[in-house]
């Protein structure tokens, strides 16, 4: 119910950006919406934590926050956190890419039966295949096509 802006400039080396919308909000409001999908009263505390370190980063200011220093200490290139009903944790993915366009992960839900095996391979670079194996031996396969102007 907002419209938001991201307006990039500077050089490839050093972006910078500068974030609007309509009406207008408090930048944090902003990237909350974009991420998440909601303001920021509606975040669970993994959330906000999330929403403070990509501010940071996109203002310039500190290192890298402390789900990339775990992110980077187990070695692995995603680690994520989703919000489950009411602001609660939902789901945790970790994963890394294995080869050129193959990445190999695994998600957990807020319940031991909602862990599954993700594997997501790119064979253009506008098409991937995506496989899902679940704890409950539910499977699933999917094509994703993705256009990027």
């Not at 956190?81 to 994963?95: I, M, W, Y």
């Amino acid at each position: 119910n907002i419209e938001a802006r991201v307006h990039v400039f500077g050089s490839a080396e050093n972006p910078e950006f500068e974030l609007t919308s309509t009406p207008p909000l408090p930048q944090e409001e902003i990237v909350s919406r974009i991420l998440f999908e909601r303001g920021t009263a509606q975040l669970s505390a993994a959330e906000a934590f999330q929403l403070s370190t990509t501010i940071a980063s996109l203002s310039g200011e500190g290192g890298p926050g402390i789900i990339d220093r775990a992110r980077q200490g187990l070695g692995l290139d995603v680690l994520s956190f989703g919000a489950g009903e009411e602001g609660s944790l939902g789901e945790v993915e970790a994963g890394k890419y294995i080869a050129d366009g193959v990445f190999v992960g695994v998600r957990q839900g807020a319940t031991p039966q909602s862990t599954s095996a993700v594997v997501e391979v790119e064979v253009t670079p506008n098409i991937t295949v995506e496989s899902e194996n679940k704890s409950t031996g539910d499977t699933s396969i999917g094509v994703r096509w993705q256009w990027d102007y």
